[in-house]
């Protein structure tokens, strides 16, 4: 009697061994992914912004910098360009314990007042309030003269202390009782944020309002 000759597609050893590749493969490649977002993640060091490498998300010290947001035509969309020095609330040379001391303090004072209830910040949040990813290049703040004071980050330290009198957005913030130390913090978290790499997020953000050099 003749053997009956099996289609591979029925022939249990082919899907097997075919799950086992792919399984196999796609292991290979969630360890490749991993540690490729590891290192994409990483904070950069004050060192790197000091020799001109760029990292997706840079040290603290960014806020001793000048930050705008440009359009890539090698990427198709908006990127942060960390330029020369700049005071900010009087120095430009925050060291990276003081800096990161700052980011720390207002990262907890963005979480304890609940402030992504209301605003979305690097994809989460909500959308009652705008998007502060990129609040820092907002040229609302330039339009509206600091509010009178001096530098931008005056200026928006003493709207989050008070935004009730400086209200810049049909729906107002409410007083959350932001100390002075808080709102510092908090402008320095938000500076920081302006400076990773976000993959154009939100996108259009340049077109839409008008932001630093953007084309």
Same mark, same amino acid.
């Given at each position: ?10 022939? %249990?050893? +082919? ?5 086992? *590749? ?6 290979? !490649? ?33 806020? %001793? ?28 040379? *925050?060291?990276?314990?003081?800096? %990161? ?8 004072? +963005? ?35 600091? !509010?009178?004071? @001096? ?22 913030? @409410? ?13 320095? +978290? ?10 154009? +997020?939100?996108? %259009? ?11």
């Amino acid at each position: 009697m003749s053997k009956r000759t099996v289609s591979v597609w029925t022939d %249990n050893r +082919f899907w097997r061994r075919s799950a086992a *590749w792919v399984t196999g493969f796609s292991l290979m !490649l969630l360890i490749w992914l991993t540690f490729d977002s590891i290192s994409q993640i990483t904070m950069g060091s004050a060192e790197d912004l000091k020799n001109g490498v760029t990292k997706r998300i840079p040290s603290p010290t960014v806020i %001793n910098h000048k930050i705008t947001y440009e359009m890539s035509d090698k990427r198709g969309h908006e990127v942060p360009v960390i330029g020369e020095k700049e005071q900010f609330f009087g120095r430009d040379d *925050w060291s990276e314990e003081e800096a %990161n001391e700052l980011l720390r303090l207002g990262k907890l004072g +963005f979480q304890a007042k609940n402030c992504i209830n209301c605003h979305t910040i690097l994809g989460n949040g909500a959308y009652y309030a705008p998007d502060l990813t990129k609040a820092w290049l907002d040229p609302k703040w330039d339009n509206m003269g600091f !509010l009178g004071y @001096p530098t931008k980050e005056e200026g928006i330290a003493a709207f989050l202390q008070d935004p009730t009198t400086y209200a810049a957005h049909s729906r107002k913030m @409410p007083k959350l009782g932001i100390t002075p130390e808080e709102a510092k913090g908090l402008v320095a +978290f938000l500076k920081h944020a302006s400076s990773i790499d976000t993959n154009g +997020f939100p996108r %259009n953000f340049g077109k839409i309002t008008g932001a630093v050099n953007a084309k």
